[in-house]
Every structure is written in C-alpha cells, then in structure tokens.
C-alpha cells in the first residue's frame, strides 16, 4: 500500500509535491539505500534484512541474507535489479560485504573483519567492478579495503599512505554515506569525534590528504555524517550531533575546490543530518534528512522550501526521484517533475 502525504512547509515558498509512503513490509531500521533508477532501488537495515523493488516502489520484497540474522546491514550498492553490495557495520568480524548477481537468490560473502578492533562503516563504488570501503582506525590509522574486480579480492590500502587519525576520531555508519567517490579515481570520506575532517584521494586511495572543517565536534556523538560532490569540485558535507539532534549551527559546510576548504552554510534553520544528496536532474537541487528532520532545497542551500518532522536515515536520488528510508521500516518517495511554487 502507497499513501500519499504532502510535508509541512515552514518557508515562505511551498514545495507542490507528494510524497509517497510505500509499504514495506517490514518494522526493522533501514539505513542503506541506493537507487539505480526509477524502477529499481536496493534498501538494507537490522537483522540481515535487504529490500529490492524491481517496479518503482509498487511492491518492495524484503528478505534476510543466510546466516546473517545478526548483522546490521548500514549500506547497500546496487548496479542493477540483480547486482548489489552489502556492507555489515560492527565490531570485529560483524564488519562484512556480501554481494549478489541474481536479485538476492544467492549472496556471496566476500569479506569478514578480523581485526578485533575493526569496525566498518560504509562504501561507494566507481562502477560495479572498482569500489572503496571505509573503517575507523586501528593502530591510529583509518582502515580502508579497495577491490578492483568486483569484490573477488578486497585489499586493504597500506595505512602509510594515509594520514593519521586524531585520538578519538571516528566516522559514522549513519547513512552509508561517510565516503563518496566521483569520476573514475576521485574519492572523499569523513569524520567526526575530536575532529570533524575530509579526507581525499585523486588517485583512488593511493595518496591522500586531509582537511580541517568547522563542523560541530567534539563528543563522540557529533561530526560530519555525509558526503555529496555534484562534480568534482563542489560538494557539501552534512553532520552534527545525533544525540541532540534539534541543535542547529554548524551542521552543513560547502567547497567549491575539490575538498580542499569548506565554508559553513549559514542557511536556516539547521538540525543534526544524517544524509545528503543531491537531485541529478537538477543540479543546485538537494534533500537533506536526520532522525528529526527532513528538508528540501532548490538554490544550493540558500534557504529551504519544506522543513518537515519525517524521520529519515538515508537518502537518494535517480532520474526519476528522490527516495529516503528511516526507522520502522519507512519508505518515502517523491517522483519528477519536481513543481517548486512561491507563495
């Protein structure tokens, strides 16, 4: 069942657009979500569970992967109706990758953590066959596992090539979005803790540089959460404290030079985000979304056109809509034409 709701608006302007509830046939906390396109999206969360629609959100089938009851799955790649990713975030040898080439029949698992300290917490891909997936430090180094074949072989990156972390820094297995790659060898993850920082590669992980943000840190509850590059030069980072998620301030940040510095976006009003993405058909376009929050914006994060109370974890977009998973197994999801009225 589909129920169609339209968001609270608290701007000035009015976001004309439905919103869909979609059923999903499940109660457990989704916060993987990829979309491959209008037809098909991949959804994963608690317990082992995976979802897949095949016919743009009419019908969502959730399963379980064997033997995998226990783990968390944080986030989820998928390149078509029959090839997707899962990444297992937790300690030790609870940080897993499965994959799957026929729609979920078979999952392979290709990669269990034995470092006891481990802890995965999420990856992105070039393409189906070169991706990159992110872990918080051992040894005061972050770990990071790169495959160049489809995950037949998952390597880790030499931690000397790689910066040091700072004590008490970490990244968040939030949204699966702590890493973002763009173009063929262009890659950036973040942190947060003691610091809230950018690391980035322009070599597919094989030399790397950091940089310093203002985004709110701290306590281990607080950071950058996401990361979203439209191109690559300008992307925006999104954060701030999931324990005191109405707090607004210094939550979302900009660069326009690749990573190398960002500016605070002053935009109002700001609360912690979980998620951000931007809207492909429409560049300046971007959707935003906490556990108290989810916004909408048409001007690159001026100012917002809704501002609704709708829970959500994670976030996408493809050609033909924007789509957001939360807790209690939601589902929403809003289809182009996008009709952006001032009131």
């Not at 999903?24 to 990829?34: A, F, Q």
């Not at 597919?204 to 690559?232: C, E, L, M």
Request: hydrophobic share 40%; with cysteine; aromatic share 12%.
């Amino acid at each position: 069942m589909r129920t169609a709701i339209a968001l609270c608006v608290l701007t000035a302007g009015c976001f004309a657009q439905h919103w869909i509830h979609e059923e999903s046939h499940t109660k457990e906390s989704l916060r993987g979500l990829s979309a491959y396109s209008g037809r098909v999206a991949w959804a994963s969360g608690t317990h082992g569970t995976y979802l897949r629609t095949i016919d743009s959100g009419q019908n969502w089938v959730p399963a379980q992967v064997p033997g995998a009851e226990a783990l968390d799955f944080r986030d989820v790649e998928a390149f078509s109706e029959d090839l997707a990713y899962l990444l297992a975030a937790g300690l030790g040898e609870q940080s897993r990758i499965y994959k799957t080439v026929d729609g979920g029949k078979h999952w392979d698992l290709q990669f269990t953590n034995h470092e006891a300290k481990g802890f995965l917490d999420c990856m992105s891909f070039w393409d189906p066959q070169r991706g990159i997936v992110i872990g918080d430090p051992v040894n005061g180094k972050f770990q990071l596992l790169t495959t160049g074949d489809g995950g037949q072989h998952w390597n880790y990156i030499d931690p000397e090539r790689l910066p040091p972390a700072l004590d008490g820094e970490g990244a968040f297995a939030a949204s699966g979005t702590c890493i973002t790659t763009q173009g063929k060898s262009n890659v950036w993850f973040v942190t947060g803790g003691s610091a809230a920082r950018v690391f980035r590669s322009t070599d597919a992980g094989k030399t790397w540089t950091v940089s310093d943000t203002q985004i709110v840190h701290g306590p281990a509850s607080a950071g950058i959460f996401s990361i979203a590059f439209r191109d690559a030069r300008y992307g925006l980072i999104a954060g701030g404290d999931y324990k005191d998620p109405e707090k607004g301030g210094a939550n979302l940040a900009r660069t326009s030079d690749g990573g190398k510095t960002w500016k605070l976006l002053r935009i109002s009003q700001q609360k912690y985000f979980s998620a951000i993405a931007f809207v492909p058909e429409h560049g300046r376009w971007l959707v935003a979304g906490g556990s108290t929050a989810f916004a909408f914006s048409h001007n690159g994060l001026r100012g917002w056109k809704e501002f609704s109370s709708a829970k959500v974890n994670a976030l996408a977009s493809d050609s033909k809509g924007i789509w957001a998973v939360g807790p209690d197994g939601a589902i929403l999801k809003t289809e182009f034409p996008l009709v952006v009225t001032e009131n």
